[in-house]
């Protein structure tokens, strides 16, 4: 059986009449609220002209990467190549979908019969217990790849094709942005391709956070790292709200306009070896603004075994994380997306828990 709140929709419940604060399910502890008022640290997110990466003089665009990979984790990326006016339309045909009526939408619902809860389609993540602080967001989660496990039925008729479109689009820039990766520790343009395998898994998560009344007390999104080997994200055009952890500071990410920000996930931490971070994110509100963003994941497939690579492994770089399953990371996500763990700490693959994620873990309890 699902919990009782499984199928309330944040939409729902910020929509009703004369609400002025959330309800006690959203309400975060006092330590761990966004500071009301606080300025965020006021850092540059690197960026990264993806157009240059393949030239042979694109040694500058080369050495940003490199930083923004070992210091962030994450980075804008222009020149992706994608028209502006396709951007846009995805982003409208997002909203869209969020503002049908309640009944069109719940034809995609991810509660199946009022009975059974399942990751794919429309709603809220998983609620497990009434201790759960909830998020002030609902979401559409499909499954994109392979193409021949996509279960249309979860697939809102609007948005088919343009997201078949789009999953085209976004894996070629995935794809450029895994060989420049792959060339900075110095391995075959093809390898982290290779790694993930033809039949690796991606799915979009197409997220809506309606305003709140009290955005000091809420996340719309609680902070977490991602399950990947790297996410590419598609945000609003107009509204801000995710921030990243830097150096035990939160980091506001500016809007990006029609460039695409890069999320390294923990899939690839694991396999650089910690080289490259995966870094803490999450999404605050705003009062009186909507916000939409579609988020795209990339896993290997999941009967893969992945570690650290060989190259990066040495006595004065020891093996950081167990070699381990790819479904197993992946089932395990969620479970630890529930309680703010890093996959990698609730599944136990770390081997040295002074890795610089562990610090960054307790920086997230005593700066949040």
């Known amino acids: 059986m699902v919990h009782e709140d499984q199928g309330k929709l944040v939409q729902v419940v910020a929509a009703e009449y004369g609400l002025l604060t959330p309800p006690s399910r959203y309400v975060l502890r006092e330590e761990n609220r966004p500071a009301a008022g606080a300025e965020p640290a006021k850092l540059t997110i690197p960026i990264v002209d993806l157009s240059l990466l393949a030239k042979p003089n694109g040694v500058e665009e ?14 804008v990326v222009t020149g992706h190549g994608m028209p502006k006016e396709f951007l846009d339309e995805i982003l409208d045909a997002t909203r869209k979908f969020f503002h049908l009526p309640l009944e069109e939408k719940q034809r995609c619902s991810n509660v199946i019969g009022g009975a059974v809860f399942q990751n794919e389609g429309y709603g809220t993540d998983r609620i497990d217990s009434d ?56 391995q075959n343009e093809d390898f982290f391709i290779d790694m993930v395998g033809e039949r690796f898994k991606s799915y979009a998560r197409f997220t809506y956070y309606p305003p709140c009344p009290r955005p000091d007390l809420v996340h719309g999104l609680k902070p977490h790292t991602d399950n990947s080997v790297i996410t590419l994200l598609l945000m609003d055009k107009d509204v801000g709200g995710l921030q990243v952890l830097k150096d035990g500071h939160w980091v506001d990410v500016p809007v990006l306009g029609h460039d695409l920000l890069v999320v390294v996930g923990e899939g690839m931490r694991i396999v ?40 990066l492994v040495h006595e004065k770089r020891l093996a950081m994380f167990k070699k381990c399953l790819v479904q197993t990371l992946a089932d395990g996500y969620w479970d630890a997306f529930a309680v703010g763990e890093r996959t990698v700490d609730f599944l136990n693959v770390r081997i040295d828990a002074k890795a610089d994620g562990k610090l960054e873990l307790e920086s997230v309890a005593t700066n949040n």
């Not at 080369?62 to 980075?75: M, N």
């Open 62 to 75: 080369a050495a940003k990467l490199r930083s923004a990979l070992q210091s962030w984790g994450i980075f």
């Open 131 to 186: 201790e759960q602080i909830l998020d002030w967001c609902d979401r559409l989660w499909l499954q994109l790849q392979p193409e021949d496990e996509r279960r249309l039925e979860f697939w809102p008729q609007s948005l088919r094709e343009l997201l078949h479109e789009y999953t085209i689009k976004i894996g070629q820039v995935t794809m450029d942005v895994l060989k420049a990766m792959a060339k900075l520790l110095d």
């Open 272 to 311: 650089s070896n910690a080289v490259f971070k995966a870094p803490w994110h999450r999404v605050v509100t705003s009062v009186d603004k909507e916000r939409v963003s579609l988020a795209t994941f990339y896993q290997p497939e999941p009967q893969r075994i992945i570690g650290p690579l060989g190259a």
